[in-house]
């Protein structure tokens, strides 16, 4: 059965609509997500990119990596999407729905890099992100053979000039 649910951005000024035949989310711990989304773990719903339709001008986009670009309110900054590269699916920011309550969390994604501290006691299952067979294929297309998922640059060396 498909579900229509809205959403947008903390100011107003980006507004979506989407069509999804699941209503199972994700909790994404990976580094990439923590520090696009300022989170712990960004829950998300993947849905087909073509169930998708903003309401409003289109968020802004931003190529957080080789393989995938994220999209924000140009006004609030409001996180709203990640989709990798060429991919028919998109994820969409559960925390943007005006219905979040409707989604019910199904699995953690990137758990190698979950806070210390940050416990879920849900028993839902868990996975490594690079146990994501599309995701690391992506990654070391773009990265090299040997690369693990992760942020393309190096948190050792930030402060170097």
Do not use: K
């Amino acid at each position: 059965m498909t579900t229509i649910l809205t959403g947008g951005c903390l100011c107003g000024r980006t507004r979506f609509r989407l069509r999804t035949d699941s209503l199972e989310a994700a909790y994404c711990h990976c580094t990439m997500c923590r520090r696009a989304t300022g989170c712990a773990a960004w829950l998300f719903l993947t849905l087909p990119a073509s169930g998708l339709d903003w309401l409003t001008a289109p968020p802004s986009s931003f190529a957080s990596s080789r393989i995938a670009s994220r999209s924000f309110c140009p006004g609030c900054g409001s996180p709203m999407t990640f989709r990798l590269n060429g991919a028919a699916t998109v994820d969409v920011s559960v925390g943007c729905l005006d219905t979040p309550g409707l989604v019910q969390p199904a699995r953690h994604h990137g758990i190698e890099s979950r806070p210390a501290g940050l416990a879920f006691h849900d028993g839902l299952p868990v996975q490594r992100s690079e146990d994501s067979a599309g995701l690391l294929e992506a990654w070391r297309q773009a990265y090299g053979p040997d690369a693990e998922p992760g942020p393309p640059w190096r948190p050792d060396r930030v402060n170097e000039g």
